[in-house]
Nanobody, 124 residues
Framework: QLQLVESGGRLVRAGGSLRLSCAAS????????LGWFRQTPGKERDFVAAISWGGGTTYYADSVKGRFTISRDNAENTASLQMNSLKPGDTAVYYCAATVRVLPGRTKNEYNYWGQGTQVTVSS
């Protein structure tokens, strides 16, 4: 069992930066691949970024590539999403998720554990 708690979301102006954190508790954090997803009201939860258990493989949605960076620290049981050059379209609730898959997927159905989410609002 793995528990995930996101933090770091807040109101920020367009062009600004935010760093989201995901703190994990439970067993064997380093054996899970991790992902970040985001969701706005009335829409599907969309893939943002993912990282393999060892950190050697990362994936990004085209919409955030070059602006967002996913990372993890297995010694601290944490993951982060550094978000730069934020746009109003990045406004959403951001969720951290974990999967037992060796390589992380891009669809929410591939993930086994989810946090409660953190709100990011980007003003124009």
């Amino acid at each position: 069992q793995l528990q995930l708690v996101e933090s770091g979301g807040r109101l920020v102006r367009a062009g600004g930066s935010l760093r989201l954190s995901c703190a994990a508790s439970g067993r064997a954090f380093s054996t899970y691949s991790l992902g970040w997803f985001r969701q706005t009201p009335g829409k599907e939860r969309d893939f943002v970024a993912a990282i393999s258990w060892g950190g050697g493989t990362t994936y990004y949605a085209d919409s955030v590539k070059g602006r967002f960076t996913i990372s993890r620290d297995n010694a601290e049981n944490t993951a982060s999403l550094q978000m730069n050059s934020l746009k109003p379209g990045d406004t959403a609730v951001y969720y951290c998720a974990a999967t037992v898959r060796v390589l992380p997927g891009r669809t929410k159905n591939e993930y086994n554990y989810w946090g409660q989410g953190t709100q990011v609002t980007v003003s124009s």
